[in-house]
């Protein structure tokens, strides 16, 4: 058991922080003030001297803890981080989404706080920036953090300021083709929002474009109201499709793991084989959930890290950019 004059006090611990900043303004040859500017994303400093700030900080492993960002920052050391309510106990992805973001943003002494949709008036009382994910109806928080001049991003929709999303078009192409490849001719599509097929980033167009490409027509779109749960909204349209009438497809192209978990429990019911009646993919290939399921895969810890570095461009001016990450198919025994 160590004694107790061979415990560190609090003091001697922020005084080696201090210390350590010293040693950053002394290796830079600036003020102690600039380089808390350049480690807080603050105006008053040339791009070029943050850059060489942050190197030198990098070079000596300077890493204060988030709770000493946020005293250092105030509320500019925290980032909102701002949801549909319920989406986190309810979607799985959003709550994936949500651990890797938080773990990303503690990497850089970053403070995350979550918000829901109607709090994000009250944002710029407690953060200095924000990220936003989903997406409803009527979404106005663009325009209340323009206004309110608060940095922000979005993932998964896009924005004319900073956006990242993972290709969604691109991954439901190559799922589409993938079913094809194996012979299915008769192929359905389910997800939320079909009637705004106008959005050209809308996964629906990936499907389509296989199709055309294969000279195809699709045997059935199946469109879903938006919902915090979607696994249990796509099971019950899926099961009055098929109190309608006989199964007219061979194939079930799914925006969402969530949608296909749906989908294969009300074929279950119906006595219908997945995938030697219907195969059925997804896409997120959500952990656990998508174990069995055909899907496409995308990086969610990636597009946590990358969201956190597009969001430091947002909060320094940097010009506004769209960011699309890749992915890719997962063959599994659905399909």
């Not at 209340?144 to 929709?157: A, H, N, V």
């Not at 439901?172 to 490849?181: A, D, F, K």
């Not at 009646?277 to 290939?285: I, K, L, N, W």
């Amino acid at each position: 058991m160590p004694s107790a004059k061979d415990k560190t006090p609090a003091s001697a611990v922020a005084a080696d922080k201090s210390v350590t900043i010293h040693e950053i303004a002394k290796a830079a040859g600036v003020s102690i003030a600039s380089v808390s500017r350049a480690l807080n994303g603050k105006p008053g400093i040339s791009e070029k001297l943050r850059a060489r700030i942050l190197q030198i900080s990098q070079d000596i492993s300077y890493q204060p803890s988030a709770a000493a960002r946020q005293l250092i920052g105030g509320k500019n050391a925290v980032v909102g981080i701002s949801m549909e309510r319920h989406s986190f106990e309810l979607r799985p992805y959003y709550n994936l989404l949500y651990r890797n973001l938080t773990l990303a943003l503690h990497k850089q002494g970053m403070v995350p706080v979550s918000f829901s949709y109607d709090e994000t008036d009250a944002l710029q009382q407690q953060a200095g920036s924000a990220i936003l994910l989903g997406k409803e109806p009527g979404d106005s928080r663009p325009q209340i953090l323009t206004t309110q001049q608060i940095p922000y991003i979005r993932i998964d929709q896009p924005d004319p300021g900073w956006s990242i999303m993972t290709d969604g078009v691109n991954g439901i192409y190559q799922i589409t083709r993938y079913l094809l490849s194996q012979g299915h001719s008769r192929l359905a599509f389910i997800g939320d929002a079909l009637g705004s097929k106008h959005d050209p980033l809308h996964r629906i167009h990936g499907y389509l474009r296989a199709l055309a490409e294969a000279d195809l027509q699709p045997a059935r779109q199946i469109t879903v109201p938006f919902s915090h749960n979607p696994t249990l909204v796509a099971y019950r349209h899926m099961r009055q499709i098929l109190q309608q009438g006989p199964l007219d497809f061979d194939a079930l192209v799914c925006e969402t793991d969530e949608e296909a978990l749906g989908s294969i429990a009300a074929f279950e019911d119906h006595g219908i084989r997945v995938p030697e009646d219907v195969a059925v993919t997804g896409f997120d290939d959500l952990p656990q959930l998508a174990e069995n399921l055909t899907t496409v895969h995308q990086d969610i810890p990636e597009l946590a890290v990358e969201a956190v570095k597009l969001l430091a461009d947002a909060i320094n001016g940097v010009a506004p950019r769209q960011v699309m990450l890749p992915v890719r198919l997962v063959h599994r025994q659905s399909a």
